[in-house]
């Protein structure tokens, strides 16, 4: 149960930060802090598949999008970003799911490859979605690419932060007996 509530927790808290904070420069990159959170989205939602299972995955994933479209408009976020991020979350979680079902492989492997795809899968549909010039026009077209870079280069390394742990974390923390 603790794996089901850090997950959804982390969505609603990387909400509140993305809504209070100025994003992060990078260089050229523009990564929102509630970034660093939405790459541990994706291992913690590993963890309540290996606990749980696949069935009880998308439970939590149907909770989360709830949990993180109400956080969204009480934050006062736009229907189009609200609804941007639903789409992706809702797209990059049932692939992160599935790929992670169907990948046969060490842990660490199969939390590296479906959180990698997902990230990307995520930071593409809810910049082009929630705030290209497509929808509210906050960054314009020639930014759009540097903040699908920047968020997917951020989201990938909490991957494999999560993933190199995952090597050293006991499975039974993680595996029903």
Same mark, same amino acid.
């Given at each position: 149960?603790?794996?089901?509530?850090?997950?959804?927790?982390? =969505?609603?808290?990387?909400?509140?930060?993305?809504?209070?904070?100025?994003?992060?420069?990078?260089?050229?990159?523009?990564?929102?802090?509630?970034?660093?959170?939405?790459?541990?989205?994706?291992?913690?939602?590993?963890?309540? @598949?290996?606990?749980?299972?696949?069935?009880?995955?998308? %439970?939590? $994933?149907?909770?989360?999008?709830?949990?993180?479209?109400?956080?969204?408009?009480?934050?006062?976020?736009? *229907?189009?970003?609200?609804? %941007?991020?639903?789409?992706?979350?809702?797209?990059?979680?049932?692939?992160?799911?599935?790929?992670?079902?169907?990948?046969?492989?060490?842990?660490?492997?199969? $939390?590296?490859?479906?959180?990698?795809?997902?990230?990307?899968?995520?930071?593409?549909?809810? $910049?082009?979605?929630?705030?290209?010039? *497509?929808?509210?026009? =906050?960054?314009?077209?020639?930014?759009?690419?540097?903040? $699908?870079?920047? @968020?997917? =280069?951020?989201?990938? %390394?909490?991957?494999?932060?999560?993933?190199?742990?995952? *090597?050293?974390?006991? @499975?039974?923390?993680?595996?029903?007996?």
């Amino acid at each position: 149960m603790l794996w089901l509530i850090a997950y959804v927790a982390s =969505i609603v808290v990387a909400n509140v930060v993305t809504a209070a904070t100025v994003p992060l420069m990078l260089g050229p990159f523009i990564v929102p802090w509630g970034t660093f959170l939405i790459g541990c989205t994706l291992v913690l939602r590993d963890a309540v @598949q290996l606990r749980f299972g696949r069935p009880a995955s998308y %439970a939590a $994933i149907a909770v989360a999008l709830l949990a993180s479209a109400i956080s969204s408009h009480l934050l006062g976020d736009t *229907l189009a970003i609200t609804g %941007a991020s639903a789409v992706a979350f809702a797209f990059s979680e049932s692939a992160e799911t599935e790929i992670f079902s169907r990948f046969k492989a060490l842990l660490a492997a199969r $939390i590296m490859w479906s959180g990698t795809l997902s990230s990307l899968v995520d930071s593409l549909l809810f $910049i082009v979605l929630g705030l290209s010039p *497509l929808t509210t026009g =906050i960054l314009p077209w020639p930014l759009v690419p540097l903040a $699908i870079l920047g @968020q997917y =280069i951020v989201k990938t %390394a909490m991957v494999s932060l999560g993933s190199a742990a995952s *090597l050293r974390v006991n @499975q039974r923390l993680l595996v029903p007996a």
